[in-house]
Nanobody
Framework: QVQLVESGGGSVQAGGSLRLSCAAS????????MAWFRQAPGKQRDIVAR???????IYVDSVKGRFTVSQDNAENTLYLEMNSLKREDTAVYYC??????????????WGQGTQVTVSS
């Protein structure tokens, strides 16, 4: 069973930057999808960005141009570089992974989450 462990969360002022990391403990068979989700208090968990085993990326509109998702296949690590952070980016961020089927990301694994807090 692959385990996902996030790190890199914290508190930052608006306009600042953070980089989240997600280390996968084992091999995820291809084709796969890895994604970052976030959940703010009282709200549902929503996808932020995803990357698949071909390197293709997709972002939610609210983070385009500010966030960058990337992966280091040699180290089995997923990253989320977050710049120009806004208060509304405050949430628990989750790493997720699963098989890519027909272009759809079928999430089967979740990390424990890491808190990101942006203050004005």
């Amino acid at each position: 069973q692959v385990q996902l462990v996030e790190s890199g969360g914290g508190s930052v002022q608006a306009g600042g930057s953070l980089r989240l990391s997600c280390a996968a403990s084992g091999y995820i068979s291809r084709p796969y999808c890895m994604a970052w989700f976030r959940q703010a208090p009282g709200k549902q968990r929503d996808i932020v960005a995803r990357i698949d085993s071909t390197g293709a990326t997709i972002y939610v509109d609210s983070v385009k141009g500010r966030f960058t998702v990337s992966q280091d296949n040699a180290e089995n690590t997923l990253y989320l570089e977050m710049n120009s952070l806004k208060r509304e980016d405050t949430a628990v961020y989750y790493c997720a992974a699963g098989p890519l089927r027909g272009g759809h990301c079928n999430i089967e694994m979740w990390g424990q989450g890491t808190q990101v807090t942006v203050s004005s």
